[in-house]
């Protein structure tokens, strides 16, 4: 039970971080409007655009990974039953 509860804590920490940093991104680097159109010419090359460009890519990687090594295992458990590890 602790091993699910620590995937799950880590899938909701990955999932928002990813998503605190695009609100950032779209604040900070690309607003909304015409203006924002404008300054994310200029802005989404500074080193804090690009820092968060890269958290977003990594965050994306953790959470989907996350939810790729739940599925199977839950494929795996339902595929073959009699092999799940007991816990001590």
């Avoid at 680097?29 to 090359?45: A, E, K, R």
Wanted: charged fraction near 10%.
């Amino acid at each position: 039970m602790e091993a699910i509860l620590k995937s799950a804590a880590s899938a909701l920490l990955a999932y928002t971080s990813h998503y605190g940093m695009a609100k950032f991104y779209n604040y900070a680097c690309v607003p909304d409007g015409f203006w924002g159109y404008l300054s994310g010419m200029i802005s989404t090359g500074s080193p804090v655009c690009q820092a968060g460009v890269q958290i977003l890519t990594h965050t994306q990687v953790s959470y989907s990974s996350i939810l790729m090594m739940g599925i199977t295992r839950v494929i795996i458990d339902i595929v073959a039953p009699g092999t799940q590890v007991k816990e001590v």
